[in-house]
């Protein structure tokens, strides 16, 4: 998955401009995952100074924000027919997804697959396909192109169950939930 992401900042003098237009430098299609991709278009953390922020950090940091942190990722989820084939190597797949997303596929569990818990709060949006929200106990939910969700630390998985893929674009911000 290419896309193009422009970043603003402000020059010397004060004025507003582009710092940067290309394709976001943290994209990744999954070999052993067919069909499977994600961008990590932007990361922050907690105290970022204003020139953090405008400097291309997304390279250094992992996945999951700490308290304060936020992520904006675009994440294409395959069929779930593709985890049934025969062809389909779990095991190369996790290790895949130990390297290209760090902090977050130490999460998954092991067994339960696709189910994971962030210390985050997510801001989605389904941009195309069908995705299913699955949390605790069965509950699911069908997400279509346009719908969102807002998803408060809670434990939970995603799944398509067409033969399109789905793309979901999700800003994170990362909570303390030991905070009161």
Known sequence: MEIRRVVTGTDDNGDAVIVSDGVAPRSHTFEHTPQMSHVLAWATEAGDSFDALTSDQSEARGFVPGPGGT????????PGSIFASADFDPEAAGEEQLKRTPGLAELFEPDAPGKHTTETIDYGI???????????????????????????????????????????????????????
């Not at 992520?71 to 395959?78: E, H, L, N, S, Y």
């Not at 299913?132 to 809670?154: C, F, Y």
């Not at 979901?168 to 030991?178: H, Q």
């Open 126 to 180: 389904v941009l195309d396909g069908e995705l299913w929200l699955e949390l605790d106990n069965e509950v699911e939910t069908k997400l279509l192109p346009g719908d969102m969700i807002v998803q408060n630390a809670t434990r939970h998985s995603w799944g398509v169950r067409t033969e399109v893929p789905a793309t979901l674009a999700v800003f994170m911000v990362g909570v303390d939930r030991n905070k009161s």
């Open 71 to 78: 992520r904006f990722m675009i994440v294409q989820f395959p």
